[in-house]
């Protein structure tokens, strides 16, 4: 971690000291946890003469330590392992699709932690989760996942009222230290984002502002200003539900573009027993020539499962879909399967580009010993954006934790 890091956290920790902490006996003295996933990827590509065929496996362990009350330190690793014909973007095998899980090991996260009833500071290297991941998450799909060096700080001036802040002095990316690409490993950052949560009975209202400055890249940089509102009629979760976002992106800090584009996000949902029907209307606008980017984003999680649309294309886009699923099973397996279905259509913002269609599924399924498959399927339709291209995903997943002294 850099200087700019140390010297942040050594002002955290000082202003912590001598606040009221929780209780001893309310935290573990230490655990071992892990996560154990394997999966195959298949991806066709009509780019591409070879299919990519890939088989890795990551382990992430750690070690989380409560050396006094309220403190918590996490020290945890993450290793990949693979073999098979894809281009991991390390590994220099450019005559196959990309399947972006690049073999090797890394220091995943390192970090403090103090938090008490009315708040909390963590400093480190770090996983952030803001909302739905559409603005900053860990990119949780990709093996090797998005962590951050930062400073962490939430506070709870009344139960529903929640303030976050976080500064980002760099980002650690999902395509790993060996990426051949140097922008692609890390970036430098010089980021505040700033989170107001509130919640009343049902519903969640989230305000926002962004301020991301790529000390690496200017041109990625700029200043997102939204509120989130989202909720559901009915206390057991059935009937009616929503989500429903606006945001502002600006030009910022050193970017040399002069631009302001509006996102929107509007989901109406329905409930009836295990299964939840979804329509969706996604707005990244553009001026024409720059088009609004979520850089720091949980990207997988949106616009389609095939990832066609990590960067926004310059005309903008508009994600039109519908979905549906929910859980099933009966005996020793009642409600522990899960599915989904949706489809979704994409076009420019600017202009009437029609730039494809996509179907996904998933099938979630319980297996002996604790683990989880996963089966899940994407398929692009191109038709004035890349090419056609189909993924296909095999995945066993094992993760837990372990006290080891109390």
Known sequence: ?????????????AL?????????????????EWDL?????????????????????RLRAGLRLAPAAGWTVLLEGEGVAGFGNYNSGANGKTQYPLVMDPTGAELNQVWVGWKNAQGGVTVGRQRILLDNQRWVGNVGWRQNEQTFDAV???????????????????????????????????????????????????????????LHDDRDVASASSATYGLRWTGAVAADGQGFGWSAEYARQTDHARNPARFSVNYWLLEPTWTQGKTTFRAGWEHLGSNGVVALQTPLATLHAFNGWDDQFLTTPAKGMEDRYLGVGGKFGSGKAAGKLNWAVSWHDYRADVGSLHYGSEWN???????????????????????????DNTKLWLQVEWKGNRALAQ
């Open 152 to 210: 962490a700080a939430q506070w709870k001036p009344v139960k529903d009222l929640t303030l976050s802040y976080y500064w980002l002095d760099k980002v650690h990316r999902a395509a790993g230290d060996k990426a051949l690409n140097r922008l692609a490993r890390e970036r430098r950052l010089d980021t505040h984002l700033v989170n107001v949560a509130w919640k009343r009975g049902r519903q969640q209202w989230a305000g926002y502002a962004y």
């Open 361 to 387: 599924a998933s099938l979630g399924f319980p297996l002996p010993g604790g683990l989880n498959g996963m089966l899940k399927v994407a398929d692009y339709r191109a038709d004035r954006f890349s090419r």
């Open 1 to 13: 971690m850099s200087k700019r890091t140390l010297l942040f956290s050594a002002v955290a920790m």
């Open 16 to 32: 912590l000291a001598g606040t009221p902490a929780l209780r001893a006996a309310d935290a573990p003295k230490a655990s071992f």
């Open 37 to 57: 996933r394997a999966r195959s990827e298949m991806v066709g590509d009509d780019g591409f003469a070879r299919d990519a065929d890939a088989t890795t496996a």
